[in-house]
């Protein structure tokens, strides 16, 4: 499960970007965070405690349909499932932006960022966040001082590569989103798309690699192979074998039972 497809390298470094690139995005047409809710649970304290109530609301949204979307995920457990959700998600929010109310598009957004982030949360046998730095900061902190981790070098720099990456992404929402607008949000899409294909299922496998994993059948049993209309080389061989064993113990019977009766 450690080299799974999910799990590499690739795979983490476009979702990190994609997080950076949403938080940039919807804070710059929204005045929110997609992905990141600690600016959200933040607003929500300033705004509450000085008694701007619509304006905790406003951050109170996306915090909402984050955990929404964490509990689905959680519940479904099929990263497939969650990334072509997340896809979806965008890609209606990308016709919704500065269309609809900014209240139904907020949502729609976190709620997909949600369904990525809490599916896909192991690079390699690390944990890690896709959606902020916090947390894979401290993880290289404690990799530093892993003495006994022999693998705590490759933990620390997959670590800051992370970070960095989160970075790019937010460096590349904050220009982009200035000259295209909604129609920024097709990078994040796009790179959605690639994860799905990095993680999609293999196809059906070939005859020739059913016959090599189908089961040796004992002697005398005849199966055919999964995938063949035929019986394979070496279940004949099986057969040949067994028919001559059995003609050989007969013959060696016969002169046995003449001795016996005379």
Not at 92 to 103: C, G, I, K, N, Y
Not at 128 to 138: A, F, I, Q, R
Not at 222 to 232: E, N, W
Request: with cysteine; glycine share 8%; net charge positive.
């Amino acid at each position: 499960m450690v080299g799974a497809p999910e799990r590499s390298l690739l795979v983490a470094c476009l979702l990190s970007m994609s997080g950076g690139f949403l938080d940039a995005l919807t804070w710059m047409s929204l005045g929110v965070f997609a992905s990141s809710q600690t600016g959200n649970v933040v607003f929500i304290g300033v705004y509450a405690l000085s008694g701007q109530w619509q304006r905790a609301l406003h951050h109170l949204l996306p915090l909402a349909a984050f955990i929404l979307g964490a509990l689905v995920a959680i519940r479904t457990r099929a990263p497939p499932r969650c990334l072509a959700g997340e896809i979806v998600c965008l890609a209606a929010a990308m016709f919704m932006l500065h269309r609809v109310p900014d209240q139904i598009t907020i949502p729609v957004i976190s709620f997909g960022v949600a369904l990525q982030s809490a599916s896909l949360r192991q690079v390699e046998r690390w944990k890690y966040l896709s959606v902020t730095v916090t947390g894979n900061m401290l993880r290289a902190i404690d990799q530093l001082f892993a003495t006994s981790d022999p693998e705590a070098a490759r933990g620390i720099r997959i670590m800051l590569t992370l970070c960095l990456m989160f970075l790019l992404g937010a460096a590349l929402g904050g220009c982009v989103t200035r000259w295209l607008g909604a129609w920024s949000l097709g990078l994040p899409i796009a790179s959605s798309v690639c994860v799905l294909w990095l993680c999609r299922n293999p196809g059906d496998r070939t005859e020739a690699t059913q016959r090599a994993e189908a089961p040796v059948m004992p002697f005398g049993k005849r199966t055919f192979v999964p995938g063949s209309a035929h019986l394979g080389p070496s279940v004949h061989f099986q057969q040949d074998a067994f028919d001559i064993g059995c003609r050989e113990a007969r013959d060696e019977r016969v002169p046995q039972r003449n001795r016996q009766y005379g």
